[in-house]
């Protein structure tokens, strides 16, 4: 389709015209539904883009699918109210998608349902143990607590699902480090860096804390770790 190549060369007008005419001229063409939903995200349209799912429910029915698309859709920007209900569908019909249920209880956190909220992130790290972003999820808020052992758990458990999880090593890392195992919390920290060189400054924290509580023979320890991630 030509709107394909408008859209792999970022010609986002001319992408989203072709996908509407050739939508309008079959209209049970979903290829041409879905670039259009694309063409119209990339172009930050994203009421549009939540529309043309929409009007695909209408048309070929219920499908997965398109809940999950909608409800992915709030997630960037939307009404909260709105995107609330969106996902709750997208829940009901897709209860084996992950995301659905992080969404959900994102927005709810965000709309003052901390607690509700919260309930099914950690649901849904029970539910889907091989979900790095369902973990993710679920350690962030253990960390708030200051639930250092779960967290710490949590953030692991990230790493087992995706052994490159550069936030699920330094989650674990810095629960760990609240926890006072300090070499372990060195060995995650230094992962963390050395797969994101981002995290570089969270183990020059670590070592100003360590040296601050006098704990030098570990900041040195913690110091190895520096050139491996660029320090």
Known sequence: ???DCYLVNHELDKAADNYSA???LKTDYIPAYLGLA????AKGQLDDARQVFSDMVQSFGAKKYFFNEICRLYSVEGSMQEGIMACQRATSFDSSNPGNHITLGHMLIENDQSQRGEMIILKAARQFKKSEAAQLAAGSIKL???QWKEAADLYMQATVANPRSDEGFLGW???LFQ???YPEA???LTKACTLNKKYLSDLKNAIAE???KDKSIFAIQYEEGLGRCGG
């Open 1 to 3: 389709m030509l709107g």
């Open 38 to 41: 694309k063409a119209y995200e």
């Open 144 to 146: 708030k607590h200051q």
């Open 173 to 175: 890392g810095k629960s």
């Open 186 to 188: 060195k060995v995650a």
């Open 179 to 181: 926890m006072q195992k």
């Open 210 to 212: 360590l040296r601050q």
């Open 22 to 24: 050739a939508k309008d």
